[in-house]
T-cell receptor, first 112, second 114 residues
Framework: AQSVTQLGSHVSVSEGALVLLRCNYS??????LFWYVQYPNQGLQLLLKYTSAATLVKGINGFEAEFKKSETSFHLTKPSAHMSDAAEYFC??????????FGAGTILRVKS | DTAVSQTPKYLVTQMGNDKSIKCEQNLGHDTMYWYKQDSKKFLKIMFS???????INETVPNRFSPKSPDKAHLNLHINSLELGDSAVYFC?????????????FGQGTRLTVV
């Protein structure tokens, strides 16, 4: 069975600083991995996805993630945080039955 | 046009009542899901339907009954509501077969049982 672990339930950065949100996965088959963002009282919006085409994936709003098979990781980064990036971020892996299995989420706070 | 729409957005009801949440997608997807997001924001799949057929039922109490009249709709009916059912329920849809395609989510229904 597939699973995802997000390290750090809360991450706080200053505006303009590097954002790093960690995600490690477990999968017995080559994984498909996703990062979603959830703003308060809203649904989930796709930031980016890894589908084996390229290990460095660029997404919306300046985010990117690198797939590292040796580390079973898919960490999300952004070079310079903006106040509007404050939200909750979910890493997910495509699992059995075509479902998405989510991590517990990481709340990103951006300080001015 | 909203790709995945849920109604209602908020639902406050008393224990013991029966309620329904509706979901519709206009993306032409074959697969639809219900996810539950608890107070700690953890997202857990409840059901998955592919072209009106139940694919996944993740040990959800049988008070919860999904119904898919066609592949564009997946409704969730809940009988005898309990306090622990309070959560945000998300509907989602996805193309079938390709695990690399993303799921599209509705805005959620915040259910509060009092």
């Amino acid at each position: 069975a597939q699973s995802v672990t997000q390290l750090g339930s809360h991450v706080s950065v200053s505006e303009g600083a590097l954002v790093l949100l960690r995600c490690n996965y477990s999968s017995s088959v080559p994984p498909y991995l996703f990062w979603y963002v959830q703003y308060p009282n809203q649904g989930l919006q796709l930031l980016l996805k890894y589908t084996s085409a390229a290990t460095l994936v660029k997404g919306i709003n300046g985010f990117e993630a690198e797939f590292k098979k040796s580390e079973t990781s898919f960490h999300l980064t952004k070079p310079s945080a903006h106040m509007s990036d404050a939200a909750e971020y979910f890493c997910a892996v495509s699992g059995d039955g075509n479902k998405l299995v989510f991590g517990a989420g990481t709340i990103l706070r951006v300080k001015s | 046009d909203t790709a995945v729409s849920q109604t209602p957005k908020y639902l406050v009801t008393q224990m013991g009542n029966d309620k329904s949440i509706k979901c519709e997608q206009n993306l032409g997807h074959d697969t639809m899901y219900w996810y539950k997001q608890d107070s700690k924001k953890f997202l857990k799949i409840m059901f998955s339907y592919n072209n009106k057929e139940l694919i996944i039922n993740e040990t959800v109490p049988n008070r919860f009954s999904p119904k898919s009249p066609d592949k564009a709709h997946l409704n969730l009916h809940i009988n005898s509501l309990e306090l622990g059912d309070s959560a945000v329920y998300f509907c989602a849809s996805k193309g079938w077969g390709d695990k690399g395609t993303e799921a599209f989510f509705g805005q959620g229904t915040r259910l509060t049982v009092v």
